[in-house]
């Protein structure tokens, strides 16, 4: 009987090791901790559970994917098989893996943003403002001759 395939979310509880077989086949692991949660009917509250720690085996590209990809405290989305059950640890072989988006944008190496994106938005500087027109002189409103005089003259 096959080994029935599983999706598991959980966050990297180390970092990524890395190593290459004999034929150059890439091939890493990594912890990853799910802690589930229930919710208690009593307090009206959601609990965590008791955390189930899974050890991943990933190979090939996607191994190298995730070394580069993965690090501490990342949260993941994995699809794998459990191949083992050993000191309360479950072995899983990993086919697919994806970061969650809960709590973090992820950019693809198509979808970086551009240098421009990352600028802060400064808005164009402001028109100066336009004069207010006087009144011409001798006209209701208008100041006193002299008052121009002497603005005229930058008030020596």
């Not at 001798?138 to 020596?156: H, I, V, Y």
Request: glycine share 6%; net charge positive.
């Amino acid at each position: 009987m096959a080994p029935s395939v599983t999706h598991v979310t959980g966050t990297i509880s180390r970092d990524v090791e890395v190593r290459f077989t004999q034929d150059g086949i890439a091939v890493c692991r990594f912890r990853l901790t799910e802690t589930p949660t229930h919710w208690d009917t009593a307090t009206r509250k959601w609990r965590d559970g008791a955390p189930i720690t899974y050890i991943c085996t990933a190979w090939r590209d996607l191994a190298r994917n995730a070394a580069e990809s993965l690090v501490d405290g990342v949260t993941v989305l994995a699809k794998g098989r459990i191949t083992e059950i050993r000191d309360n640890s479950l072995y899983l072989s990993v086919d697919d893996l994806g970061i969650s988006l809960r709590r973090r944008i992820a950019y693809t190496e198509t979808s970086l943003p551009s240098p421009i994106a990352a600028r802060p938005y400064t808005p164009p500087p402001a028109p100066p403002p336009a004069p207010v027109p006087q009144p011409a002189a001798g006209q209701p409103g208008s100041p006193p001759a002299w008052w121009q005089e002497k603005r005229a003259t930058r008030w020596s």
